[in-house]
């Protein structure tokens, strides 16, 4: 997954093979350049912090997820596509398991990690069919990293081969996020029904106002409910 032939591949995986030995937060940029051989001035050509070595993983982890990540089936829900997606990250992210541990619980790189990790969960959706454009795409977004941070632990807890737990686990948030998110589409059709009644200049019925107050109301409270399953800038990568 690395080229190990570039300074990039090289630091990225000193970076990681460090993050297996000890604790993120105590490991400095120049000892991670000593580990890839190369020195400062080579490291800062790449990378200008800890934060954007794990940030280029995130982004080889997407391509190599990209790459294998079966395609939809006919006929297969969107949640069952994306189960076998999230599943074929954890195996991509296998070999390094014990590097992410230290470098979760260090807790050092979450808001800078941050966007990738949102960049990252729209190219999952994206693999399993799902858009993840506009306003809805966003909130898919956001609540399918809120999905993975907690999965994410619960993977790294995981000491059957079989990964029972995590399958559980992922399973049983997509399941709730299916219906989150159903409620969400809908919320969101009526929203952008009404508005296109007003651009037309036609007035919406009393049923109409009061159908766009209840659904705004109701998108509200899905929207917060994925949130309550984890921090999202607490999964790394």
Request: aromatic share 4%; charged share 20%.
């Given at each position: 997954?690395?080229?190990?032939g570039t300074n990039e591949g090289r630091i ?79 195996d991509t992210l296998a070999p390094y398991k ?95 029904r009404v508005k296109d009644m007003l651009r ?38």
């Open positions: 997954m690395l080229d190990m990225i995986s000193a970076a990681l093979r460090l993050a297996g030995e000890r604790p993120w937060n105590e490991i400095s940029l120049r000892e991670i350049a000593e580990a890839a051989g190369v020195n400062l001035a080579g490291l800062s050509e790449s990378f200008s912090s800890k934060s954007e070595i794990l940030g280029a993983f995130a982004k080889h982890v997407d391509k190599e997820v990209l790459a294998i990540a079966p395609a939809p089936q006919l006929g297969e829900s969107q949640r069952d596509a994306l189960f076998e997606v999230i599943m074929a990250r954890l014990s590097a992410i541990n230290s470098i979760v619980k260090s807790g050092e790189a979450e808001l800078p990690m941050l966007r990738p990790l949102l960049a990252s969960q729209a190219w999952m959706l994206q693999a399993a069919g799902i858009d993840s454009g506009g306003p809805a795409g966003a909130l898919r977004t956001a609540g399918l990293a809120s999905v993975y941070a907690s999965v994410l632990r619960t993977w790294l807890e995981d000491d059957d081969p079989g990964l029972a737990r995590t399958m559980a686990a992922l399973d049983r948030k997509l399941r709730r996020g299916e219906s989150v998110m159903s409620a969400l589409d809908g919320a969101l059709g009526a929203v952008r037309s200049g036609r007035r919406p019925s009393g049923a109409e106002n009061a159908a766009r107050s209840g659904d705004e109301c109701g998108g509200d409270a899905a929207v917060a409910e994925p949130a309550s399953s984890g921090s999202a800038s607490s999964a790394q990568p």
